[in-house]
């Protein structure tokens, strides 16, 4: 994939030394159940320094005293998902891993993010805090991408791959099923500069290596 132009946050790194992830923890909350698959989205305020103005699941980074490790992650993405969207009542043994994305080292602001699949609690309906996160939608995997597409719905790079890899799945039983069955390893992008473009590749994509 290909861009012009950065998102907020995503600048390259011209100092040349790679900055040291910070731990972070996203929830991909999901709705639907056996008969369809929803997933919630929020909308980042645009004066934020970091990905401002943009559509993202529901995360950010881990807090010191949530510990390190495999706990840490659920913790900060439970704690995320209630101060983003008000979401309550989904405990961290509940969550499903489903992917780790690092940000590629020439990045200046780096993240080592856990994403979580997670089940919305019957009738609930997400409240923003107005001020980091403006808006919320749910959405289809495929209606997102399509938005995107027709440039109503600012994505950045992880985001639009999530959407891709879960459009397959009919429903949001089937998508956590299927997920609580596979391993996560661990995924860092590179940037490959052609002359003012960048080209996001993906290991085992050609040229990554």
């Avoid at 946050?9 to 698959?37: D, K, Y």
């Avoid at 934020?48 to 699941?57: D, H």
């Amino acid at each position: 994939m290909e861009f012009d132009k950065p998102a907020p946050g995503e600048e390259l790194n011209a100092s040349g030394e790679a900055t040291v992830p910070r731990q972070a923890a996203s929830v991909i909350l999901l709705r639907g159940g056996s008969e369809a698959l929803e997933l919630l989205l929020v909308q980042r305020t645009p004066q934020a320094r970091f990905m401002g103005g943009f559509w993202v699941f529901p995360g950010g980074a881990v807090d010191a005293h949530e510990g390190e490790g495999d706990e840490a992650h659920r913790l900060a993405a439970v704690r995320e998902l209630e101060e983003e969207a008000s979401v309550s009542g989904i405990t961290p043994e509940e969550l499903v891993k489903f992917s780790r994305w690092i940000t590629p080292a020439v990045v200046q602001i780096r993240f080592d993010t856990h994403f979580f699949l997670a089940t919305a609690p019957e009738g609930v309906e997400p409240v923003v805090d107005g001020s980091e996160i403006v808006d919320h939608i749910w959405y289809s995997p495929r209606a997102a991408l399509d938005a995107y597409g027709r440039e109503q719905l600012p994505l950045v790079f992880p985001t639009i791959k999530h959407l891709e890899q879960v459009s397959s799945f009919d429903s949001a039983d089937a998508l956590i099923a299927h997920a609580a069955q596979q391993t996560v390893e661990p995924v860092e992008p590179r940037i490959l500069m052609e002359g003012e473009v960048a080209r996001v590749l993906l290991p085992g994509e050609p040229g990554y290596d």
